[in-house]
């Protein structure tokens, strides 16, 4: 079973260009998040979507928004990237999402975002 | 509002000596535990969650509602257990979706 793929691995950006990450979750898996971990910040939400639909978010600018589509993928955007935007991007997907189904996140390996 | 503290950055141990990484938990509602674990260049993964009650890798947490902590522990450490070890939490039964609060991190360190 394929587990959560995240691409490109690597990415070095230019301060106000705009940049997309993707992500594929586990197959049947219908919640996707997204968090952003940085050294001073550590591990912090960004959103979550759950057939095709965001149903949380976490307190960042609008310059980051995300989507999913019907297949469950999903999709971060960040526009007007700035410097304090490198960051690991993570992506992790869920069967049903947190609460009462007790499942944990599987995690994808990240996305390494450089601005410079 | 959700927060999840770990008092140490930086743990470290003799190999065959047990280990304890704290976790303590504020939230208003019914709280869901998780520990998660990272190895040296390797992604994040799930190692405990408070309502399976199981052991992994000879690892337990007992969630203490009382003292609203998350302890992780395990009696004798391996080398192979050295990693960064993250607590997290989320409401149980949310209406509003799922998100992950995750604690600052603990660097845990089996010496030989």
């Known amino acids: 079973k394929a587990g959560v793929t995240q691409t490109p691995r690597y990415l070095i950006k230019t301060r106000g260009q705009q940049v997309t990450l993707s992500c594929s979750p586990i197959s049947g898996h219908r919640s996707v998040s997204w968090y952003q971990q940085t050294p001073g910040q550590g591990l912090q939400f960004l959103f979550e979507y759950f057939s095709e639909t965001q149903r949380n978010k976490g307190n960042f600018p609008g310059r980051f928004s995300g989507r999913q589509f019907s297949n469950s993928r999903s999709e971060m955007n960040v526009s007007t990237l700035e410097l304090g935007d490198s960051a690991l991007y993570l992506c992790?997907?869920?069967?049903?999402?947190?609460?009462?189904?007790?499942?944990?996140?599987?995690f994808g390996s990240g996305t390494r975002l450089t601005v410079v | 509002a959700q927060r999840v503290t770990q008092p140490e950055k930086l743990l470290s141990v003799f190999k065959g000596a047990p280990v304890e990484l704290k976790c303590n938990y504020s939230y208003s509602g019914s709280p869901e535990l998780f520990w998660y674990v990272q190895y040296s260049r390797q992604r994040l993964q799930l190692l405990l969650r408070h309502i399976s009650r199981e052991s992994i890798k000879g690892f337990t947490a007992d969630l203490n509602k009382g003292e609203t902590s998350f302890h992780l522990k395990k009696p004798f450490a391996q080398e192979e257990d050295s990693a960064m070890y993250y607590c997290a939490l989320s409401g149980w039964g949310e209406t509003s979706g799922s998100r992950l609060t995750f604690g600052e991190g603990t660097q845990l360190t089996v010496n030989p």
């Open positions: 992790a997907s869920s069967p049903q999402g947190l609460g009462r189904s007790g499942y944990g996140y599987t």
